[in-house]
């Protein structure tokens, strides 16, 4: 089975700390996705990569950056937490000309 | 670029009753589609998708959906839900003839089953 775990499941942090949310998958997929879930807004792409040290803008990256040194491992990062970035954060992989999407179980984040 | 619209965002509906979940989509050039259940707690898992062919896709647990080009929509339906049918889903479409996989996914509809 495809498994893509993340490192939370919830998370606190307080206004403009840095945070790290690590997502890691073991199906050997050369794609990784950043989304963020809210109420009435479904899933937006944040960051997404197509392999080791690459990346692209999805199509909300501000606030964001991302960093992916091996292929299994595609982390987000927060570089000063805002209270707007409250939210769940959800990864996901594939491999190339697959339709699928592996989804993790999300990572809900709370910044006060 | 794609845009997918999902009308109901909440769908109460009793227990063995037959559902219908809508989903209509816009986009310039050919995509494919897809429809993801999100339950309690849990990341998205692909229920079903439509890539070519048949216009009558058949997912996981019952579910099936019809694309209708003309009206550019791709709805879900079950005949008879159960209680863990309760669950977010997501109308999903990406654009055909890309190199990349990038998803524009509608805001969701919450199914709500009650016995």
């Known amino acids: 089975d495809v498994k893509v775990t993340q490192s939370s499941r919830y998370l606190v942090k307080r206004t403009g700390e840095k945070v790290f949310l690590e997502c890691v998958q073991d199906m050997d997929h050369e794609n990784m996705f950043w989304y963020r879930q809210d109420p009435g807004l479904g899933l937006r792409l944040i960051y997404f990569s197509y392999d080791v040290k690459m990346k692209e803008k999805g199509d909300i990256p501000e606030g964001y950056s991302v960093s992916r040194e091996k292929k299994e491992r595609f982390s987000l990062i927060l570089e000063s937490a805002s209270t707007n970035q409250t939210s769940m954060y959800l990864c996901?992989?594939?491999?190339?000309?697959?339709?699928?999407?592996?989804f993790g179980p999300g990572t809900r984040l709370t910044v006060t | 670029a794609q845009s997918v619209t999902q009308l109901d965002s909440q769908v109460p509906v009793f227990e063995e009753a037959p559902v219908e979940l809508r989903c209509n989509y816009s986009?310039?050039?050919?995509?494919?589609l897809f429809w993801y259940v999100q339950y309690p707690n849990q990341g998205l898992q692909l229920l079903l998708k439509?890539?070519?062919?048949?216009?009558l896709v058949k997912g996981i647990n019952g579910f099936e959906a019809e694309f209708n080009k003309s009206q550019t929509s791709f709805h879900l339906r079950k005949p008879s839900v159960h209680i863990s049918d309760t669950a977010e889903y997501f109308c999903?479409?990406?654009?055909?003839?890309?190199?990349?996989?990038?998803?524009?996914f509608g805001t969701g509809t919450r199914l709500l089953v009650s016995p």
């Open positions: 986009s310039s050039v050919s995509v494919y």
């Open positions: 999903a479409v990406r654009a055909k003839n890309t190199g990349f996989q990038k998803l524009v």
């Open positions: 996901a992989s594939s491999s190339p000309g697959a339709h699928e999407q592996y």
């Open positions: 439509y890539l070519s062919g048949s216009t």
